[in-house]
Nanobody, 124 residues
Framework: QVQFVESGGGLVQPGGSLRLSCAASGSIFAVAAMGWYRQAPGKQREMVATFTSAGSTNYADSVKGRFTISRDNAKNTVYLQMKSLKPEDTAVYYC??????????????????WGQGTQVTVSS
């Protein structure tokens, strides 16, 4: 069974930066459209950044130019570098894989069970 363990969240001031990490188990990692998702209080979970099955990247408009997704296949780890953080980025961040290949951010279907996530709070 695939498991995801997220880390790296915290409290940061507006304009600050954070780097999130996600360790994934199993052989899924090398071929899957791994991505980052977030859920703010009272809102649905949304995909914010992902690799596609073709190896390209896809970002939500709200984070484009500020967030960068990367991966280390040898470590089965995917990262999310976040800069110029805004209060509206406050959410619990999760990683998972999209069974549809990561091409349509709003139409994802998560492959595995959700981990506990990591809380990101942007506040002064």
């Amino acid at each position: 069974q695939v498991q995801f363990v997220e880390s790296g969240g915290g409290l940061v001031q507006p304009g600050g930066s954070l780097r999130l990490s996600c360790a994934a188990s199993g052989s899924i990692f090398a071929v899957a459209a791994m991505g980052w998702y977030r859920q703010a209080p009272g809102k649905q979970r949304e995909m914010v950044a992902t690799f596609t099955s073709a190896g390209s990247t896809n970002y939500a408009d709200s984070v484009k130019g500020r967030f960068t997704i990367s991966r280390d296949n040898a470590k089965n780890t995917v990262y999310l570098q976040m800069k110029s953080l805004k209060p509206e980025d406050t959410a619990v961040y999760y990683c998972n894989a999209d069974v549809h290949g990561g091409y349509v951010l709003a139409g994802y279907t998560a492959f595995g069970s959700w981990g506990q996530g990591t809380q990101v709070t942007v506040s002064s």
